[in-house]
């Protein structure tokens, strides 16, 4: 198994443009993570699916963010307009089910920096 | 609330000396334990994993941990550490049926040759 994957590995990108980070999680886990790592603030809790369907979007910081999960292989999230605020690596996770204790799988992250 | 602390933010230590990281968590419920090691510029890797039986448990690289239920800690250990045992360490609980776990805030390892 390939693992979780994620692109791109490194995103630049100016003030105010779009930005979007795709994740494709192991084949057969139902739970996807979206995770946004920074120096300040550690590891937080962005967005959780579960069956593709969106389960707790709490930690999404501003309506700027969005994320998707059409089907069971793909997963994006979006950043519009995208802020230097953001800068920050950002992991998608996958697990079997909810509260496997296997723990996630964490793909390799983006890192964003918007300037 | 729900926490996790790990009370070591940075350590640094030379090769073959042992290594001991705290980790207590406040959970009011059944939990899953776990360590994840995240060495420089790579993403976060599983390093050992308690759910239940044997509250020792045995992971990669020669690291353990041990899970005190009445102290609500589980620590991470490794008799003898490496070079390559650089990284930065994180502790993480996940309540039985629950989605979201919760971390703690790292510990920085740093081992000089």
């Known amino acids: 198994d390939a693992g979780v994957i994620q692109s791109p590995r490194h995103e630049v990108t100016e003030m105010g443009q779009e930005v979007t980070l795709r994740c494709k999680p192991i084949s057969g886990h139902n739970s996807l993570f979206w995770y946004r790592q920074t120096m300040m603030r550690g590891l937080e809790l962005l967005i959780y699916f579960n069956n593709n369907v969106p389960i707790d979007d709490s930690g999404m910081p501003e309506d700027r963010f969005s994320a998707k999960m059409p089907n069971a292989s793909f997963s994006t999230l979006k950043i519009q307009p995208s802020e230097p605020r953001d800068s920050a690596v950002y992991f998608c996770a996958s697990s079997l089910f909810v509260d496997s204790p296997e723990g996630y799988t964490f793909g390799s992250g983006t890192r964003l920096t918007v300037v | 609330a729900q926490s996790v602390s790990q009370h070591n933010h940075h350590v640094i230590l030379s090769e073959a000396a042992s290594l001991e990281l705290g980790c207590n968590y406040s959970?009011?419920?059944?939990?899953?334990l776990f360590w994840y090691v995240q060495y420089p510029g790579q993403h976060l890797q599983l390093l050992l994993k308690y759910f239940s039986g044997d509250p020792l448990v045995k992971g990669i690289k020669g690291f353990e941990a041990e899970f005190i239920k009445s102290k609500f800690s589980f620590n991470l250990r490794k008799p003898s550490v490496q070079w390559s045992d650089t990284a930065e360490y994180f502790c993480a609980v996940n309540g039985l049926g629950t989605y979201k776990y919760i971390f703690g805030t790292g510990t920085r390892l740093k081992v000089l040759a």
């Open positions: 959970y009011g419920g059944t939990v899953n």
